[in-house]
């Protein structure tokens, strides 16, 4: 069985920093994909960021390049997003997600297991 779960949000001042993992068990480390979504209260779900497992290929949404990094543990099973120089237009609640592909997607319609989230809240 498929089990992802975040950990790491919480609550920051503006232009501090997070770093969230994604622990994920139950499924083969062979072709997979896993990506960063957020939602914000009223916004529809949105692709922050992912890694392929298989290459290590990288996309990040336009709105936080430079800003956070997304890099795994293949020895632990766990993807990490580091996030810096936060901004009050980053709280959302943040959900990684697993697509059976060696390609990333920004879209969530590609991911079939999902975590729990996790609450990032940024005051200004």
């Known amino acids: 069985q498929v089990q992802l779960v975040e950990s790491g949000g919480g609550l920051v001042q503006s232009g501090s920093s997070l770093r969230l993992s994604c622990a994920a068990s139950?499924?083969?480390?062979?072709?997979?994909?896993i990506g960063w979504f957020r939602q914000a209260p009223g916004k529809e779900r949105e692709g922050v960021s992912c890694?392929?497992?298989?290459?290590?290929?990288?996309y990040y949404l336009d709105s936080v390049k430079g800003r956070f990094t997304i890099f795994r543990d293949n020895a632990k099973n766990t993807v990490y997003l580091q996030m810096n120089s936060l901004k009050p237009e980053d709280t959302a609640i943040y959900y990684c997600?697993?697509?059976?592909?060696?390609?990333?997607?920004?879209?969530?319609?590609?991911?079939?297991?999902w975590g729990q989230g996790t609450q990032v809240t940024v005051s200004s």
């Open positions: 890694i392929s497992r298989t290459f290590g290929t990288r």
């Open positions: 997600a697993l697509r059976p592909s060696i390609s990333c997607s920004s879209d969530n319609r590609d991911y079939n297991h």
């Open positions: 139950g499924f083969s480390s062979g072709s997979s994909a």
